[in-house]
């Protein structure tokens, strides 16, 4: 996963979450029906895409969808 389209697809694809592109920088409390699951769902999900482990008190910590790409990308 190297870009946010390609971020966006997988959100839609691993939660089945209708996304529209404007929803990736909305407060996740916006987003409807976000909870902690998807959450949940979203972090194990990048892990098994990028190889690696996210920081989750980071990703605990943000917003927005677009800021745990972000997290997500950082080397």
Same mark, same amino acid.
């Given at each position: *996963?190297?870009?946010? /389209?390609?971020? =966006? $697809?997988? &959100? +839609?694809?691993?939660?089945?979450?209708?996304?529209?592109?404007? /929803?990736?920088? =909305? /407060?996740?409390? $916006?987003?409807?029906?976000? /909870?902690?699951?998807? *959450?949940?769902?979203? &972090?194990?999900?990048?892990? $098994?895409?990028?190889? +690696? $482990?996210? !920081?989750?008190? +980071?990703?605990?910590?943000? +917003?927005?969808?677009? =800021?745990?790409?972000?997290? =997500?990308?950082? !080397?």
């Amino acid at each position: *996963m190297q870009t946010i /389209d390609e971020f =966006a $697809r997988l &959100v +839609r694809e691993e939660l089945g979450i209708p996304l529209a592109d404007e /929803d990736l920088a =909305a /407060d996740l409390d $916006r987003l409807p029906e976000w /909870d902690s699951l998807y *959450m949940l769902k979203l &972090v194990t999900a990048l892990e $098994r895409t990028t190889g +690696r $482990r996210l !920081p989750v008190g +980071r990703v605990l910590e943000v +917003r927005s969808l677009e =800021a745990i790409y972000q997290l =997500a990308v950082k !080397p």
